[in-house]
């Protein structure tokens, strides 16, 4: 599978597209300080999505699970 960065807020139409190609959907959205926001959702896709953050804001989804994986910045002695 690779990865398609997607830059629209049209989504309809896109899962047939994507299942046929095997691409996972790459949304890249930073959030501000206590800010939330809906995970993007592409109608009828069932495959899962990447989505890239910053540090700040919240992220929520009805329909699906969210696992977080943070990446810290490596302090001084250890870069």
Do not use: Y
């Not at 690779?2 to 095997?22: E, K």
């Not at 809906?38 to 699970?65: A, K």
């Amino acid at each position: 599978m690779r990865g398609v960065f997607i830059q629209s807020d049209q989504l309809a139409g896109m899962a047939p597209w994507m299942f046929l190609n095997g691409l996972v959907p790459v949304f890249n959205q930073w959030l501000g300080p206590g800010e939330r926001k809906s995970v993007p959702v592409i109608p009828s896709f069932p495959g899962p999505l990447i989505l890239l953050t910053g540090p700040d804001g919240e992220f929520e989804c009805d329909t699906r699970e969210i696992i977080e994986w943070r990446l810290e910045i490596p302090n001084a002695q250890e870069a």
